[in-house]
């Protein structure tokens, strides 16, 4: 499959509601055409900023002190993290096993970056965070690492969903109070639904 790669005009798309399910959305179906977000290091950096997996300090020393070789190996490492992560994400809305090559791989991000949990507040209240050491070439994706190993360990993965319209390709962890969400987000998906739902009943309502 042809993917295509967009020059970025705005931030990222955030309706995952978790930074794995986020990381994954980078993915996505514009105008009909399959899309990738993520066209090199510098647009995985500032999604990583966006995301808060990173700080700004850390995303300049990535973008004016690493060596064009080891951006390129980040950015590589990335794609292949986000592969396995939608794997596993396809896995879990199927209501199949997860497959053992992702838990290898998310433990395998965690073993290269020694780091500790951290206490951090933010959008009105206090979540935990990894918090990696130094600025070292194996870390920067450790976070993410850590946010997939809190999903399979304490999440209900009976709320990880795909986008009900069937044209996408975006996933969500449903918060909602009775679990009913279908949607990516209405602006995107669900007004265009339910358009084409209204349309199609009119069109079949016999004339008197």
């Known amino acids: 499959m042809t993917t295509g790669r967009v020059q970025l005009l705005q931030p990222f798309l955030f309706v995952g509601n978790h930074p794995c ?8 179906i514009v105008q009909g055409n399959p899309t990738d977000l993520l066209g090199g290091c510098e647009d995985l950096v500032t999604w990583l900023v966006q995301a808060s997996v990173v700080d700004k ?6 973008m004016t002190q690493w060596s064009h070789k080891d951006q390129e190996q980040l950015f590589e490492q990335g794609i292949r993290f986000r592969g396995t992560l939608r794997e596993m994400v396809k896995r879990i809305v199927a209501r199949k096993s997860i497959p053992h090559s992702a838990v290898e791989f998310i433990n395998q991000v965690l073993s290269r970056c020694p780091g500790y949990p951290q206490l951090v507040y933010k959008n009105g209240g206090y979540t935990r965070q990894f918090q990696s050491q130094a600025a070292q070439k194996d870390c920067l994706l450790a976070p993410l690492a850590e946010a997939a190993s809190d999903l399979l360990c304490s999440g209900n993965l009976s709320l990880v969903k795909k986008c009900g319209n069937p044209a996408c390709i975006l996933y969500f962890y449903d ?5 009913t969400r279908n949607w990516c987000s ?6 265009r639904i339910k358009v084409a739902a209204h349309y199609q009943r009119k069109r079949h309502i016999p004339t008197v």
Request: with cysteine; charged share 10%.
């Open 21 to 28: 399910l986020d990381f994954i959305n980078t993915q996505m």
């Open 57 to 62: 300090v850390q995303a300049a020393v990535v």
């Open 175 to 179: 918060t909602t109070k009775n679990h």
């Open 186 to 191: 209405m602006q995107l998906c669900g007004n």
